[in-house]
């Protein structure tokens, strides 16, 4: 079992930048690769972007935010981030942070909210 705690978000006008952080703990040996989603009102939930802890840190974005969303990991501190830069109005959503296990249930965090206004 993998424990994620999230942190960041907030509210930030539009061009504006955040950054989220989520720390893993327990099973970590068994997670394939950690990521960010997010869920909109009324919409289906979205992946953002994933990072592998194998594959060489091989990492995935939406189309929606490739060249604003950066994703990196510290593997000391069992850590990932969000770096989220040129904010829309449209990137407004909960944003949870997702650990993929090679075998078993993805584990989910809690959530934080990004609001961002025009």
């Known amino acids: 079992q993998v424990q994620l705690v999230e942190s960041g978000g907030g509210l930030v006008q539009s061009g504006g930048s955040l950054s989220l952080s989520c720390a893993a703990s327990g099973s970590i040996f068994s997670i394939n690769h950690m990521g960010w989603y997010r869920q909109a009102p009324e919409k289906q939930r979205e992946l953002v972007a994933r990072?592998?802890?194998?594959?060489?840190?091989?990492?995935d974005y939406a189309d929606s935010v490739k060249g604003r969303f950066t994703i990196s990991r510290d593997a000391a501190k069992n850590t990932v981030y969000l770096q989220m830069n040129s904010l829309k109005p449209e990137d407004t959503a909960v944003y949870y942070c997702?650990?993929?296990?090679?075998?078993?249930?993805?584990?989910w965090g809690q959530g934080t909210q990004v609001t961002v206004s025009s």
């Open positions: 997702a650990a993929e296990p090679f075998i078993g249930v993805v584990s």
């Open positions: 990072i592998f802890l194998t594959s060489g840190g091989r990492t």
